[in-house]
């Protein structure tokens, strides 16, 4: 339970150091050399190159981010900075539930109208919820980006909530929230946000709490629309064959009547304070599922990218792949370790970044009677990792 992250990263940053961008060469000049045996650490020549990109900021304060490549597809990702954080307790869930009335129809386009719609262009609209953003995505035809961010003004602006829709709805998300308690993964890492980050609204689950499904009004839910979808709160990512300037031009034609700011005041709260915890709980299989989590550093820390890293380095393990007869998969160092403990079945990790804060552990299942020997055991791998990682397996 101990706290392995400060300043003094447990990846130095001077160990991992970010390419310098290239110009990108025209697709015809573009000369492959997958057949060059590679210096150790050195990087790919397709790879040694960030792709043109720009950032522009409209007057209501909508930021139009472009990373230009050529392809037919545009994806257009619409982030908006409110999530189940933003909630009050009062109205938890609003959020979700607030994500799944914009398919539900505006006085445009009803729900069958905008799912035909969407199916004639051959576009695909999906969308999410986290604890401290929302996202929306629809992938175009590049021919009909106009029409897709009119169709997210639409859906995302002008709204309905018909009341009618809103009572449906009700039992898709509770069916949903019972079939995320059926993953024994997610149902312990929420449980280690509620036990770290107790009291503080980002400890409440994503589809908010499970008695309020049956109660959020359709007021709570305008509410938290129009004191969140304001122009400093979101944030477009647009990638594809796309004219930055052009784009901009859409967007504030669409997005333009947004208000920058909102007249309800946003909720105020404090940063978390993380509290070490680890969470148990007993599988109907006989095995002890536990999570053990630390606290690690927000999206905008310098050490984001790092922990990204350390996640990919600690990885995934699950024991029934290696009782595989001729398994020929390839193994990190620690999986090739833990192939050593019968007692354990899974491990997963998970790095779970917040704007303020964010949770690095991971996920085990083991043999009950050798649960705290097993916790005893990940916790001295992590411990060991902080002082004798190398750069091999950065590199690795």
Same mark, same amino acid.
């Given at each position: 339970?101990? /706290?392995?992250?400060?300043?003094?990263?447990?990846?130095?940053?001077?160990?991992?150091?970010?390419?310098?961008?290239?110009?990108?060469?025209?697709?015809? %000049?573009?000369?492959?050399?997958?057949?060059?045996?590679?210096?150790?650490?050195?990087?790919? *020549?397709?790879?040694?190159?960030?792709?043109?990109?720009?950032?522009?900021?409209? %007057?209501? #304060?909508?930021?139009?981010?472009?990373?230009?490549?050529?392809?037919?597809?545009?994806?257009?990702?619409? $982030?908006?900075?409110?999530?189940?954080?933003? @909630?009050?307790? @009062?109205?938890?869930?609003?959020?979700?539930?607030?994500?799944?009335?914009?398919?539900?129809?505006?006085?445009?386009?009803?729900?069958?109208?905008?799912?035909?719609?969407?199916?004639?262009?051959?576009?695909?609209? =999906?969308?999410?919820?986290? !604890?401290?953003?929302?996202?929306?995505?629809?992938?175009?035809?590049?021919?009909?980006? &106009?029409?897709?961010? @009119?169709?997210?003004?639409?859906?995302?602006?002008?709204?309905?909530?018909?009341?009618?829709?809103?009572? +449906?709805?009700?039992?898709?998300? *509770?069916?949903?929230?019972?079939?995320?308690?059926?993953?024994?993964?997610?149902?312990?890492?929420?449980?280690?946000? *509620?036990?770290?980050?107790?009291?503080?609204?980002?400890? +409440?689950?994503?589809?908010?709490?499970? @008695?309020?499904?049956?109660?959020?009004? !359709?007021?709570?839910?305008?509410?938290?629309?129009?004191? %969140?979808?304001?122009?400093? /709160?979101?944030?477009?990512?647009?990638?594809?064959?796309?004219?930055?300037?052009?784009?901009?031009?859409?967007? %504030?034609?669409?997005?333009?009547?947004?208000?920058?700011?909102?007249?309800?005041?946003?909720?105020?709260?404090?940063?978390?304070?993380?509290?070490?915890?680890?969470?148990?709980?007993? #599988?109907?299989?006989? $095995?002890?599922?536990?999570?053990?989590?630390?606290?690690?550093?927000?999206?905008?820390?310098?050490? *984001?990218?790092?922990?990204?890293?350390?996640?990919?380095?600690?990885?995934?393990?699950?024991?029934?792949? $290696?009782?595989?007869?001729?398994?020929?998969?390839?193994?990190?160092?620690?999986?090739?370790?833990?192939?050593?403990?019968?007692?354990?079945?899974?491990?997963?990790?998970?790095?779970?970044?917040?704007?303020?804060?964010?949770?690095? #552990?991971?996920?085990?299942?083991?043999?009950?009677?050798?649960?705290? &020997?097993?916790?005893?055991?990940?916790?001295?791998?992590?411990?060991?990792?902080?002082? =004798?990682?190398?750069?091999?397996?950065?590199?690795?």
């Amino acid at each position: 339970g101990d /706290k392995i992250y400060n300043k003094e990263s447990l990846i130095n940053n001077q160990v991992f150091e970010l390419q310098k961008s290239v110009e990108i060469p025209k697709e015809n %000049n573009l000369k492959f050399k997958c057949d060059k045996e590679l210096d150790w650490g050195e990087i790919p *020549y397709e790879l040694n190159f960030d792709r043109k990109n720009k950032t522009s900021i409209l %007057n209501n #304060g909508i930021s139009v981010t472009t990373l230009d490549y050529s392809s037919p597809i545009i994806s257009i990702s619409v $982030f908006i900075r409110c999530g189940s954080v933003d @909630e009050s307790l @009062e109205a938890s869930g609003s959020a979700h539930f607030l994500e799944h009335m914009h398919f539900k129809g505006t006085p445009k386009r009803n729900k069958k109208q905008l799912e035909m719609e969407i199916e004639s262009k051959g576009a695909h609209l =999906n969308a999410y919820t986290t !604890r401290d953003y929302t996202s929306y995505i629809l992938n175009v035809f590049k021919e009909e980006i &106009d029409w897709g961010v @009119e169709l997210l003004s639409d859906i995302l602006t002008k709204s309905l909530y018909l009341s009618n829709f809103i009572e +449906r709805e009700r039992d898709t998300i *509770y069916t949903e929230l019972i079939e995320c308690e059926k993953e024994e993964f997610e149902t312990i890492l929420e449980n280690s946000h *509620y036990t770290v980050f107790k009291d503080h609204p980002i400890s +409440r689950p994503i589809l908010g709490l499970k @008695e309020n499904i049956m109660s959020v009004t !359709r007021d709570q839910i305008v509410e938290f629309h129009t004191r %969140n979808y304001c122009g400093q /709160k979101i944030l477009f990512s647009v990638t594809g064959e796309v004219d930055h300037d052009n784009l901009k031009f859409i967007i %504030n034609k669409h997005f333009g009547h947004l208000p920058s700011t909102s007249n309800i005041p946003a909720l105020v709260y404090t940063k978390p304070e993380f509290k070490p915890r680890v969470t148990l709980t007993d #599988g109907p299989d006989g $095995f002890l599922k536990a999570g053990m989590f630390w606290e690690a550093p927000s999206w905008f820390d310098e050490d *984001y990218i790092p922990f990204l890293i350390l996640q990919r380095i600690v990885g995934d393990y699950k024991k029934s792949l $290696f009782d595989l007869p001729n398994n020929n998969q390839s193994c990190n160092k620690f999986s090739n370790l833990l192939a050593s403990v019968p007692e354990i079945e899974t491990i997963k990790t998970a790095f779970t970044p917040y704007k303020d804060v964010g949770l690095f #552990g991971m996920f085990v299942e083991c043999e009950d009677k050798y649960g705290e &020997d097993t916790l005893l055991f990940l916790r001295a791998y992590i411990q060991d990792l902080y002082i =004798n990682i190398s750069e091999t397996d950065i590199l690795n």
